[in-house]
């Protein structure tokens, strides 16, 4: 069969979907994103339908199919399980010359949803005569294709502050995957994974952000004004940092910085270890019916210190749970502080080290015996520390 390819510009136009389960559940997305006017019909929909019904995103009429549904709709995606009831829907879109995809029956549609990728403005979609899996093959070649075209193009100048996520290079988002391909220039931290840094262009600069030579501070600002001075000079920055750039990763300072020298910035959010180091251990810092809230806190500073701006004895009167990041120095001060203020020494706590990489360890205990089992054991930074109920779920 030769099929005529064409896109569909839906924005404003109305698209009836008949049926609320799985299947319309997957086509929903595409078709919102166009923008088209949704209507559904049918007795049920799924949860995720139903959220979006509840939240204006499409129209639901609660009943069967009837014949008129489909007058003034530009497109008909049929999506039950029935095939008595997918002819009567198809039937009546034959009737009115109105294009029908056809979830149940293929060759009985009058129009196909092929196999679509998307890469910025670009998209491609491959079609089949029924070897659906030949033609996610072929996207997937092309999508592949696309992301190293894209990578090779310039971008304008600017910075990037890039999340790379807990440590696993795996765990990077696309997006940072990408940008950080286009880098001409990469200041990275030391949590970052770096394999990562293997795959940069052989022609980026790349600036290793430990190995400043000055104090914290000094430091700051000399990776402020490096980013701000690659910048300027036309070139596109990536700020590449462990974990979430706005979870203690000095990203705010970053962006600032970079604001007030006229410099464009855009942030990429990462995976943060104070929960994925956690979850990789089989911990979840939430648990219905355990905990209805976590705080994540830094402990580089003592909590005795006038530099600490973390309340702990409000932490240690709260039932949910701690994350302590960067805490292995302190820990034992930290703990002492939880309990002297009035969290039991018996709560249930763990340490995880390096999480998402083959160094991982995790470590139970409580919050009494701590800060000694990690001397113990010989646990290092970076590490991140848990303290709740919590601690003692195996997932």
Known sequence: MNLYPMALRLDGRRVLVVGGGAVATRRMPALLAA???????????????????????????????????????????????????????????????????????????????????RHGEITVAVTDSGDRRRAIGVRDLVAGALESATAAEPMPAGVAL???????????????????AAADVVVADRLVP???????????EFVDAAKIPYGPSAA??????????????????????????????RGGEEAIACAEAGVPVRVVPGVTSAIAAPALAGIPVTQRGVAHEFTVVSGHVPPDSPASLVDWAALARMRGTVVVLMGLKNLKSITEALIRHGRDDATPAAVVQEGSTDAQRSLRTTLGAIAADVVEAGIRPPAVVVIGEVAAIVA
């Open 35 to 117: 923008g088209a006017r949704v209507e559904v019909v049918s007795p049920e929909l799924t949860p995720a339908l139903r959220g979006l019904a509840d939240q204006g995103r499409l129209t639901w009429n609660e009943r069967s199919f009837h014949p008129d549904d489909v007058r003034g709709a530009w497109l008909v995606q049929v999506a039950v399980d029935d095939p008595v009831a997918a002819a009567a829907v198809s039937a009546a879109a034959e009737e009115h010359q109105i294009f029908c995809v056809r979830a149940d029956d293929r060759d009985a549609a009058t129009a196909w949803t092929p196999a679509v990728t």
């Open 194 to 204: 770096g394999s990562l840094l293997g795959e940069l262009r052989p022609d980026a």
């Open 220 to 249: 700051q600002e000399e990776i402020n004004r490096i980013l701000v001075d690659r910048a300027k000079a036309g070139k596109f920055v990536v700020r590449l940092k462990g974990g979430d750039p706005y979870v203690f990763g």
């Open 162 to 180: 890039v999340g790379s996520g807990p440590g696993d290079p795996e765990l990077i988002t696309v997006l940072g995957r990408r940008l950080l």
